[in-house]
């Protein structure tokens, strides 16, 4: 079965210490992975992918494929970075399988 | 402004009526998507469609139905039959049907049942 987990629902951290954000992934296949991320009062939004292999806004994320992770990482929080963060799976049958969320908190 | 736009972003029924939520896109996209977002259980797929006058179920397209007589247009309605229709609803589209492209989003619809 296809299934995306993130293990986080809210997390905490100062600014400027390091962020990670987790997710696993459950596919038989050869996955597509993306991480989107939502402001607040904006539109849910790409942040990255991992086939793009770049950092978008100082955020960059690994697939692992032995630990099938993808978890997203910042060395150094900023309170803009304050939002929600989805991780989502490209699957089979052209669908896209989204983690439930982890609302990330960056204290000033 | 290019993008997509739903509507209408807020909407209340009362049970037993039916409510059909608006999804239009002008980014000349072959896929759109309708997805159910509730508290602490992310996005779930109710509907897909990768070209015009064809659609797919997602995992929760019980007590709902969608057409797509139009490239721009994706309209999702609501029947009586879903049990639990208070949520918000999100539209988004990506410019091929592959699930390997990026999904644009709207600013969705929140649907309460009174």
């Known amino acids: 079965a296809q299934r995306v987990t993130q293990p986080e629902k809210l997390l905490s951290v100062f600014k400027g210490a390091p962020v990670e954000l987790k997710c696993n992934y459950s596919?038989?296949?050869?996955?597509?992975l993306f991480w989107y991320v939502q402001y607040s009062r904006q539109r849910l939004q790409l942040l990255l992918r991992h086939i793009s292999r770049e950092s978008i806004k100082g955020f960059t994320a690994d697939l692992n494929k032995g630990e099938t992770s993808f978890h997203l990482k910042k060395p150094f929080a900023q309170e803009e970075d304050s939002a929600m963060y989805y991780c989502a799976l490209g699957g089979t049958g052209n669908q896209f399988y989204f983690g439930t969320g982890t609302s990330l908190t960056v204290i000033p | 402004d290019g993008g997509i736009t739903q509507s209408p972003k807020y909407l209340f029924r009362k049970e037993g009526q039916n409510v059909t939520l608006s999804c239009e896109q002008n980014l000349n996209h072959d896929a759109m998507y309708w997805y159910r977002q509730d508290p602490g259980q992310g996005l779930r797929l109710i509907y897909y469609s990768q070209i015009v006058n064809d659609f797919q179920k997602g995992d929760i397209a019980e007590g709902y139905s969608v057409s797509r007589e139009k490239k721009e247009s994706f309209p999702l309605t609501v029947t009586s039959a879903q049990k639990n229709p208070t949520a918000f609803y999100l539209c988004a589209s990506s410019i091929w049907g592959g699930a390997t492209g990026e999904l644009f989003f709207g600013e969705g619809s929140r649907l309460t049942v009174l």
């Open positions: 596919y038989s296949g050869s996955p597509e």
